[in-house]
């Protein structure tokens, strides 16, 4: 049974740190597309950032320079390290994953399976 679940969210002050984690279990392989996406309240779904098994990255102009993804193939875990965080990055994160080695050309399609989302939230 295919499960991806969350951890790591939380509130914080404008500029402070979070550091998101997505532990996902059930696949038969270990190295596939994964990605983050956050959703605010009244707003569209959108990429935060996506890594495929080869370890391409992707990210969104939004956060360029202040999140960055790390992997544990070992545990088949994805990591979102948040660093200068905004108000505006207040959001429902959610864990996806893409049950391929590649992503496709546009990282933020194409995803079989979500986790159950989490919280983060940015105070000014």
């Known amino acids: 049974q295919v499960q991806l679940v969350e951890s790591g969210g939380g509130s914080v002050q404008a500029g402070g740190s979070l550091r998101l984690s997505c532990a996902a279990s059930g696949f038969s392989s270990s190295r596939f597309c994964m990605a983050w996406f956050r959703q605010a309240p009244g707003k569209e779904r959108e990429g935060v950032a996506s890594?495929?098994?080869?370890?391409?990255?992707n990210y969104a102009d939004s956060v360029k320079g202040r999140f960055s993804l790390s992997q544990d193939n070992a545990n088949v875990a994805l990591h979102l390290q948040m660093n200068s965080l905004k108000p505006e990055d207040t959001a429902m994160y959610y864990c996806?994953?893409?049950?391929?080695?590649?992503?496709?050309?546009?990282?933020?399609?194409?995803?079989?399976?979500w986790g159950q989302g989490i919280q983060v939230t940015v105070s000014s």
């Open positions: 996806a994953v893409r049950s391929s080695r590649r992503c496709w050309s546009d990282w933020k399609l194409g995803y079989n399976y």
């Open positions: 890594i495929d098994g080869d370890g391409t990255t």
